[in-house]
């Protein structure tokens, strides 16, 4: 049972363009969202998050919106940049007890075109 | 640099050998977690650490996987009897104690069973 998903396996974009990653979920508890970008050969960078008790949160070029009731989240990236051209996981996770294991999605290759 | 290491970046064995990978995480973090990433998937959760005491464990961790951290700073995971579907990249992350849900991870272990 896959709880967080990314049904984009890739997207290509323009530089200059809107970059928007989609990922939906299932676990209704879940209360933190984090998107991560990964290079090859590293390891996932943290990028941008949102709790559940807000629906937008933006930090320069990211901005992560939130659909409690649709239970679905989105990553914008205006304007994109080659930079930018890497794997975005989308994560969640549940604030039980005082571990919070991040449920990840399987990730859209995200490919910037100069 | 004061990120989170792992060591060794590489690993290649043979079925029915035992691997240990080390993390060491960022020093003034209280938390560890390990996943485990296979081609194609996000990081799946495996185990976490709170300071010495490991407090949660996935059921993808069999008895032949055993993970330390004895003085609450580096861990170890072991894999005894390696077996082929053991391949993936294995991730540490750590966190603060009131970091929500963020973690930072480290480059990531390769293991490749032949």
């Known amino acids: 049972d896959q709880q967080v998903k990314q049904n984009s396996p890739s997207l290509s974009v323009q530089e200059g363009r809107i970059s928007i990653l989609n990922c939906d979920y299932t676990?209704?508890?879940?209360?933190?969202f984090l998107w991560y970008k990964k290079y090859p050969a590293e390891g996932p960078t943290f990028l941008i998050s949102?709790?559940?008790?807000?629906d937008k949160n933006e930090d320069g070029r990211f901005t992560v919106f939130l659909n409690k009731s649709a239970k679905h989240l989105s990553l914008h990236i205006v304007p994109s940049q080659p930079g930018d051209s890497a794997v975005y996981f989308c994560?969640?996770?549940?604030?039980?007890?005082?571990?919070?294991?991040?449920?990840f999605g399987s990730g859209t290759q995200l490919t910037v075109l100069p | 640099d004061t990120g989170v290491s792992q060591d060794p970046r590489h690993k290649i064995t043979k079925r029915g050998q035992n691997v240990t990978f080390r993390c060491d995480p960022i020093?003034?973090?209280?938390?560890l977690y390990w996943y485990r990433q296979t081609l194609g998937q996000g990081p799946e959760f495996l185990t976490y650490?709170?300071?010495?005491?490991?407090?949660?464990k996935s059921r993808l961790l069999s008895d032949r996987f055993s993970a330390e951290r004895p003085k609450g700073s580096f861990s170890t995971l072991e894999i005894q009897r390696t077996e082929q579907g053991d391949s993936a990249m294995y991730l540490c992350a750590s966190s603060p104690y009131a970091a929500g849900g963020k973690q930072f991870f480290g480059p990531g272990t390769r293991l490749t069973v032949l």
């Open positions: 994560a969640a996770s549940v604030s039980s007890g005082s571990a919070r294991q991040l449920t």
């Open positions: 020093s003034e973090h209280n938390r």
């Open positions: 650490f709170q300071n010495e005491a490991q407090l949660e």
């Open positions: 676990n209704s508890m879940f209360d933190y």
């Open positions: 949102i709790s559940s008790i807000k």
